[in-house]
């Protein structure tokens, strides 16, 4: 199993805040925003003699509702029921169902990179064969022209799978790139996978279209999801597999027969959630605009620093001025401080499947507040000026 670039140099960190180091977190994915009041008094108000098993798919009342209030009535997705819809421990466990179901030892996976980190480790445990097809920074990380797609695909090759709005990249596919896609996965006979967890986190008036809406894909489309974005939830750890093709559901239920039920505290407070206020959201998105921006416009501003402004999510992964992003992160928390503070960076190396690329590229999550990201700019500032005199 690969190490997590997001987490692999946590020792250092805490090795940093032991000798009194303030470490600013750019390199992990977990809000500061509060969850909704609804979820929180969800589990709160809890009136229960026994915390049973719930059914392995979950907790029927909760897909029901995902599948008309949220899925339908929210997201436009039409004609889902709650037998299209296995609750999972988080969007993790979910991605792992639906590429064991899918795919066989030997078996291929196309991947557009930089990817989640989480896709070659998953793929590694299940001797699943990750083909990645690399995007370039110059363009913000846009989809690969349909010729890469073409000439990966080989006789043994099963699925495509994308994070739409993507992780690391923050880029949001457009209604044309994800048409090729599915043009693609049409042709070829093959899954198409897409993590969607970031969906709402789109900017600039632009909307995450998923492919469940896409007709002609409901045998071949499925969904990876999740709460702990969403409603800056991470530690419920609830997510969901979605998709119409019944041989799927029926194979990934083997796997939550195998593990039982997703966590019954997790599901009642997810299935609260639905109930969350659309003005959270709207506040969510326009307080992470103002961080895209300030974060974006404090890049760009650093000497050397090639910074795309990301349309989702809340990431950019960003090429800096140096030799070895993985040295460079470690030595921002080993040796570097100023005003005796330091910001943890995840290095981009871990989120691509080809072995070499990456190394002068970091992802930042602007998921801190703004006076921390002002302070965290001013601290990578000063840091590559002195990792580049060292040098």
Same mark, same amino acid.
């Given at each position: ?5 997001? @987490?692999? %140099? ?8 032991? @000798? ?44 029901? @509702? ?28 979910? %991605?792992?169902?639906? =590429? ?42 846009? =989809?690969?022209?349909? +010729? ?29 790139? %994800? ?6 996965? =049409? ?34 489309? $499925? ?14 750890? $609830? ?13 990934? /239920? ?13 599901? $009642?407070?997810? +299935? ?18 103002? @961080? ?39 030595? /921002? ?59």
């Amino acid at each position: 199993m690969p190490a997590s670039p997001i @987490r692999k %140099l946590v020792p250092y960190a805490e090795q940093a805040k032991a @000798r009194g180091v303030k470490v600013y977190h750019l390199n992990i994915g977990q809000p500061d925003i509060p969850t909704p009041d609804v979820m929180l008094n969800a589990v709160k108000n809890i009136n229960m003699r026994v915390v049973e098993y719930s059914h392995s798919a979950g907790i029927e009342s909760y897909r029901r @509702r995902l599948a008309t209030d949220y899925y339908g009535a929210k997201c436009g997705i039409d004609g889902l029921t709650h037998n299209d819809i296995i609750v999972t421990t988080g969007g993790s466990e979910a %991605l792992y169902f639906g =590429l064991f179901s899918c795919l066989d030892p030997g078996d291929e996976i196309i991947i557009p990179e930089p990817l989640y980190a989480n896709y070659n480790g998953f793929a590694n445990a299940g001797n699943i064969v990750v083909k990645p097809i690399t995007a370039n920074i110059e363009n913000g990380f846009g =989809l690969p022209p349909i +010729e890469a797609f073409e000439q990966a695909i080989t006789p043994r090759t099963r699925a495509i799978l994308i994070c739409n709005p993507n992780n690391p990249t923050g880029y949001l596919y457009s209604d044309e790139e %994800l048409q090729t896609l599915s043009d693609i996965a =049409l042709r070829h006979d093959l899954y198409l996978f897409a993590d969607e967890v970031y969906r709402e986190f789109v900017y600039d008036g632009a909307k995450a279209k998923s492919i469940l809406e896409i007709p002609e894909l409901a045998q071949h489309a $499925i969904v990876i999801d999740s709460v702990s974005k969403r409603y800056s939830a991470c530690g419920v750890r $609830i997510g969901a597999l979605v998709t119409r093709n019944k041989d799927v559901i029926a194979a990934a /239920l083997k796997f939550g027969q195998a593990r039982l039920s997703p966590p019954t505290f997790g599901q $009642i407070a997810a +299935e609260a959630a639905i109930d969350t206020p659309d003005s959270y959201m709207t506040e969510v998105i326009a307080e992470y605009t103002r @961080r895209r921006n300030l974060l974006v416009e404090g890049m760009r501003k650093i000497e050397g620093v090639v910074c795309p402004l990301p349309k989702g999510a809340f990431y950019v992964t960003a090429q800096l001025p140096i030799d070895d992003a993985d040295k460079f992160c470690q030595w /921002l928390l080993e040796s570097f401080s100023y005003n005796n503070q330091t910001v943890m960076l995840a290095p981009a190396t871990g989120f691509y499947a080809t072995k070499g690329l990456g190394k002068q590229e970091v992802r930042l999550a602007y998921v801190l507040n703004e006076t921390d990201l002002k302070a965290a700019l001013v601290c990578l500032e000063q840091a590559l000026k002195e990792y580049n005199h060292k040098a």
